[in-house]
């Protein structure tokens, strides 16, 4: 199942570019005491997997197109039924973005407990905290520290507290049953794009079309979907 934005998201997209000429500097790899094992993105560029997120950054960074006034950008990460995998898939994106010289802001969005932090070493904070990934910070939602006032702003209005040297700002939400598409569009107001991680066979067409309505409306675009 492939769904796209029905206003925003360019279908006649050109092919997504090699990016090996865009390697050129790429930052070391990080020591195995570091970081968790699962974030493979820290070690080797070249596994299939990682080349795989190497094609999904190609696709955020071709979104942006060559307006050169805009100088910094976001892009959401959604998943719906597949929790664990959104927080490996992000993780490991965020590092593909830092390592190729893209300085980054990791967010996790998700309000009950963060699932990302341990990955980098670090315990959950809600201000951004530097990761052992050069170019790389992370955040938290606000809700694990009892700062549940920060969570009534949209993400990225919270990310501007920080004043960081970034470029690029991931937030990362994982949807649950319960969860309403318009509550999270919500939270994603001001976003530039959106990716939705399903899975395959179990999410619904119905939810995730109604996600895709509520960011439509806050003209956030689709800018891809991945099954896991």
């Known amino acids: 199942m492939r769904i796209r934005s029905s206003n925003w998201a360019d279908d ?86 830092a390592r190729m010289q893209t300085p980054t802001l990791l967010i996790d969005g998700n309000l009950s407990q963060a699932s990302m932090h341990p990955l980098f070493g670090l315990s959950e904070r809600t201000e951004a905290q530097g990761t052992p990934i050069a170019n790389l910070w992370i955040a938290g939602s606000g809700g694990a520290t009892g700062q549940a006032a920060l969570e009534q702003r949209p993400i990225l209005e919270r990310s501007y507290d920080w004043n960081l040297p970034v470029t690029q700002t991931l937030a990362v939400l994982s949807v649950q049953g319960a969860a309403s598409a318009a509550s999270i569009a919500a939270a994603l107001a001001g976003f530039d794009q959106a990716i939705l991680l399903l899975r395959k066979n179990v999410t619904g067409r119905r939810p995730a079309r109604q996600l895709v309505d509520r960011l439509d409306e806050r003209r956030i675009a689709i800018t891809g979907t991945v099954l896991v």
């Open 12 to 97: 006649n997209a050109a092919p997504v570019a090699t990016d090996r000429a865009e390697r050129v500097g790429v930052a070391p790899a990080a020591s195995a005491a570091q970081v968790d094992p699962s974030l493979v993105a820290a070690f080797d560029l070249e596994l299939p997997y990682v080349v795989a997120l190497r094609t999904v950054r190609s696709r955020i960074v071709q979104h942006y197109g060559a307006d050169g006034e805009q100088q910094a950008f976001s892009c959401a990460l959604i998943g719906l039924d597949c929790e664990e995998e959104l927080a490996a898939f992000a993780a490991n994106l965020s590092v593909v973005m």
